[in-house]
């Protein structure tokens, strides 16, 4: 009996190596399951990321003679990430051509992270319309009352949001510039009118972002409404500065024929 119980126990200790081999698989498995899930982060999270896991082997290594824990190389591999999330390609991430729909969102995600990072909420907005995407720039940021000519100060701003819609995605499309005005009539040795004023502040615009930004100056045109499409109430002082606006319009390749 007892040289039976020793064979089954010399039997039982042959296969213990399997349990380690499997914590070893199963801790490569995670290993690359990290690296990837890393390699799809941007680069500030990715670097987070790092350092906890530094962190955890330096827990885990710390009686290891003294030696600096091994770090984990992941900057190669998440730079390259965020400058394709930084500039964005018209495509999905597998690859597939996006709806145009998609690749104005993409832009708008772009500008709207500018207009955030710069505290410009209250002068720059963006939306998607049936007619494309519109970035609408509050008038007072941009002008003096009935003057056309943009604020020096705040041309590299408008330049900057132009720099942006100037995607090699979108360069197929047209772009309007549209200048409106509120109700309250003006005259001045210039402007004969909230019309002419509104003509020429979207000229003005659409010379800057032509000029700075590298925008094909065949996709451009210019154009004024003065008062009369109104998107505020110009019976209240909210409503006729909401009015006053400069707005840039990406046209949706649906009305390119208005534009030909």
Known sequence: MSRRKKKEEEHDNSERWLLSYADFITLLMIFFVVMYAM?????????????????EFGAIFEDNGGEKPVEIGIEASSGHQAVQEDSPTGKSQEGAPLSEFEKEEQV?????????????????TTSIETRGLVVSFNGSMFFE????????????????????????????????????????????????????????????????IIDQSGIDPTKVSAVGYGEYRPTGDNNTSEGRAQNRRVDILILNSEFNDTEI
């Open 39 to 55: 390699s799809r982060m941007d680069q500030g999270d990715s670097t987070k990321v790092k350092h906890s896991i530094s962190a």
């Open 108 to 124: 708008k995600e772009l500008i709207d992270a500018y207009i955030t990072e710069n505290s410009l909420s209250d002068d720059i």
């Open 145 to 208: 009352s009935g003057e056309a000519e943009i604020k020096t100060e705040q041309i590299p701003s408008l330049v900057e949001v132009a720099k942006l819609l100037n995607q090699p995605f979108l360069q197929e499309s047209y772009i309007r510039v549209e200048g409106y005005t509120d109700n309250v009539p003006m005259k001045n040795e210039e402007y004969d009118s909230n019309w002419d004023l509104s003509v020429m502040r979207a000229s003005n615009v659409a010379k800057a």
